[in-house]
Structures are given as C-alpha cells and as structure tokens.
C-alpha cells in the first residue's frame, strides 16, 4: 500500500488520508466489520482491497456523501491496489467482489461506497465496470484538485430487496444529488 501511495500517487504517505494502513491489524484483521483481501504470488504481496466501516469524512469530501454515506452503515472500499505487472488479469475484480461478499455477510451495511484518483491510469474505466458513480468531484477541488470521482456498489441481497434485483442500484447524480434511475452492473475491462 505505501508502494502505491509513492509510485502510484506521487504524493506519499498522508496521515489524515491512510491512517488506516499504519495498524492494520487493529484495522483490518481485528475488527468484526473490517476485512483485508491480499493476494500473494511467490510470497510477494501483489495486491490488495481493504473494507471498514468508514464513510467519507468531510472535509475533505462533499457534505452531501457524508450524509449520504454514514459511518457504520457504509462499508466503505478502499487500498485497491495491484502491482502494474499483475494488471489486467482479473485480480482486482475478484478482490473486490471478494470484500463485497464480506460486506453482504456482516448486519447493518446499507451499501458499499468508494472513490477513486481517475488520474490512475485505468482506474476510471474499471470502476465504471463495477458500480455506479455518485460524484464527480473533479471540478470541487477537493483532494487538493487530484482527479476524485465517488461510486457506489449495491450490496448482494440489500440490492435485492431495494430494487427487485441483485445487479440493479439505484444511483446519484452529481456529488448524489440527484438519480439517474436503475442501472445494469457489470460489464468487462479494468485494472485486473
């Protein structure tokens, strides 16, 4: 994860932003409602999905998504990371899914929330593939102006029983103001 946040993000470890990552025991792998899905090729960490109960803190964030998505009933998706050489081979996906599972499992989580640097060469079209956007928050300047764009993920059965159908969600439109009606997940491409 501290790879990515030098190679990847050129900016760094950011306290206020990856605090997460200095304990991740306490984080991840003790806490109930938290998860950390690594994958390891020849003993090399190659990737990695984290999963807690935060919502988005404002600031940085639009005040409308921490209403939106409040802590404890948001699991919120992050340190999605996989090492260039190991791009492009469905590693992501499965992840995600994996800590998507995870969040169906665990009582009280409405849905799944993100966001996503779509200056990341990639990272715009994969999320595109698995969810829904919520925000486009490239023209609010927050993050200090780097590309963020927030997306939501309907949790297996939550969606069922909102919508009829484990695939379909409900999703917002700009900074989740408004609704572009119910749309088909999936699709192909991405980071893995």
Request: charge should be negative.
């Amino acid at each position: 994860m501290l790879d990515t946040f030098y190679r990847e993000f050129d900016y760094g470890y950011v306290p206020q932003w990856h605090d997460d990552v200095v304990d991740i025991t306490a984080t991840y792998l003790t806490h109930p409602r938290h998860t950390l899905v690594v994958a390891v090729l020849g003993g090399e960490v190659v990737g990695t999905t984290a999963l807690n109960s935060r919502g988005p803190a404002h600031p940085p964030h639009p005040h409308r998504l921490t209403e939106r998505y409040p802590s404890g009933r948001t699991a919120q998706l992050l340190r999605v990371y996989v090492r260039p050489d190991h791009r492009r081979h469905g590693l992501a996906r499965a992840m995600v899914r994996t800590a998507c599972e995870f969040a169906a499992g665990i009582p009280g989580y409405d849905t799944v929330y993100l966001h996503t640097n779509v200056d990341i060469p990639g990272a715009e079209a994969f999320w595109r593939s698995m969810a829904d956007e919520v925000c486009d928050a490239r023209t609010t300047g927050e993050h200090g102006g780097y590309g963020t764009v927030h997306f939501e993920i309907p949790i297996p059965g939550a969606a069922t029983e909102r919508y009829g159908h484990p695939y379909f969600a409900a999703a917002g439109g700009a900074c989740g103001s408004g609704g572009k009606g119910h749309q088909e997940q999936g699709g192909g491409g991405g980071l893995g």
